[in-house]
């Protein structure tokens, strides 16, 4: 029996691998509840399902595929046209939706983070949809496209196998990778490899990163607080910030994770004689803390926690010094965004080479400065109480 020419490697390829990533995805949508990890590895396979389906459909318009066999009615032509349009359709559309369910959620607003190394956007312009009823509408159809793929997949194999074993001109092995794939009849020589690929690397270079490099100013530093709150304090003291540090402390899921903020200015009026005169400002760039995990940094940027776009300064004032047994302690509020706390500040002060270091640490609760109140009102998965811990070297001014 003479078989038709087989596709190119390339389509193989890709064929088989968007194939059994929708698999895979269907399964992973199924069994991810309560499982942060899979979730993100769900949203991660959906938006590279997306960028290989970029590079098939251009590999398609490039390489058009072997003609059908001879022998074939004209409605079985017609029917795998037909189903092969919905399976170019479906990988479209799956992921899309997908992104878009993830765009749009209202009460879970967690970052996407591909593979825990790249931010990926939510889809522009689609903040009317983040209410229950539009969203609930866009994660069905997401879920209910799962028996859409079953059933073209049905009628996709069903027909290729009919072919390949009936007194047609065979069809399966055209897609078949390795030595059980080999035909009669080679395939025309393909062309447009990079173009392909070079259209999904352009498509996700443009949505993970240029967004960045057009979004306007970035947010004013901590060196610009002065301009968000008119308090100030006349300062004595240099700081060495190469040398100091602000860093954070808090559990997720029973794991302990320790953050960074890399921006923040103090302005520190003390003096160990005059404690009842001595006054700090601290300013710090809500949008430089870090985290171990790029997923947790992304998180930190959102509306419900600093929501750095709207309040990109957090404040914290020091006042009513007292000396204690080991050391000191003062009043520290803490502002950010539109609330306020105050908490006890416990210090010490050592000489080290000529400059002093002061180390310190509080305690802070989440609810009352309304962070992660969305998500995670009841702390089930972040800590309600977050350590802060500072260590500031500074000398005498002038």
């Not at 004595?236 to 320790?258: C, K, L, N, P, R």
């Not at 940027?301 to 776009?309: D, Q």
């Not at 000396?323 to 302690?329: A, C, L, W």
């Amino acid at each position: 029996m003479t078989r038709s020419p087989r596709y190119a490697a390339v389509a193989i390829a890709l064929h088989w691998a968007i194939a059994f990533g929708l698999l895979f995805m269907i399964w992973l949508g199924w069994n991810m509840d309560g499982k942060e990890s899979w979730f993100q590895f769900h949203k991660s396979v959906g938006i590279t399902i997306l960028l290989l389906t970029v590079a098939r459909i251009t590999w398609r318009l490039l390489n058009p595929p072997p003609p059908l066999p001879n022998d074939m009615k004209p409605w079985e032509s017609k029917a795998s046209h037909a189903v092969h349009l919905g399976f170019y359709a479906l990988m479209v559309i799956m992921p899309l939706t997908g992104w878009l369910t993830a765009s749009t959620s209202y009460d879970f607003d967690i970052p996407t983070v591909l593979y825990g190394l790249v931010s990926w956007p939510d889809i522009p312009g689609v903040g009317f949809l983040s209410n229950e009823t539009a969203h609930g509408i866009i994660a069905n159809i997401h879920s209910k496209l799962a028996y859409v793929l079953f059933a073209l997949l049905a009628l996709h194999v069903g027909g290729a196998l009919k072919h390949e074993f009936g007194p047609e001109e065979g069809v399966l092995k055209r897609m078949l990778p390795g030595l059980f794939g080999k035909t009669d009849r080679p395939s025309p020589p393909p062309h447009g490899f990079l173009i392909a690929f070079g259209a999904a690397i352009g498509v996700f270079v443009l949505i993970a990163f240029a967004p960045k490099l057009f979004s306007g100013s970035p947010s004013p530093s901590a060196a610009t607080a002065g301009e968000v709150n008119e308090r100030s304090v006349a300062p004595d003291w240099t700081v060495d910030y190469g040398q100091s540090s602000i860093a954070f402390t808090f559990t997720h899921e029973g794991q302990t994770y320790e953050g960074a903020f890399s921006d923040w200015t103090a302005d520190i009026a003390f003096d160990e004689d005059q404690l009842d005169a001595s006054d700090v400002r601290v300013s710090v760039n809500t949008a430089s803390a870090t985290t171990p995990k790029k997923l947790y940094t992304d998180s930190l940027k959102s509306a419900e926690w600093f929501g750095v776009s709207a309040f990109p300064q957090a404040t914290v004032d020091l006042i009513n010094f007292a000396e204690t047994g080991d050391g000191y302690t003062a009043d520290a509020t803490l502002s950010i965004k539109e609330s306020a706390v105050t908490v006890p500040f416990a210090f010490t002060l050592e000489d080290e080479d000529g400059v002093t270091v002061m180390t310190g640490g509080t305690s802070v609760d989440r609810t009352p400065l309304d962070l992660g109140q969305t998500s995670d009102a009841g702390a089930d998965y972040v800590s309600e109480t977050v350590r802060i811990d500072v260590r500031v070297t500074a000398s005498p001014a002038g």
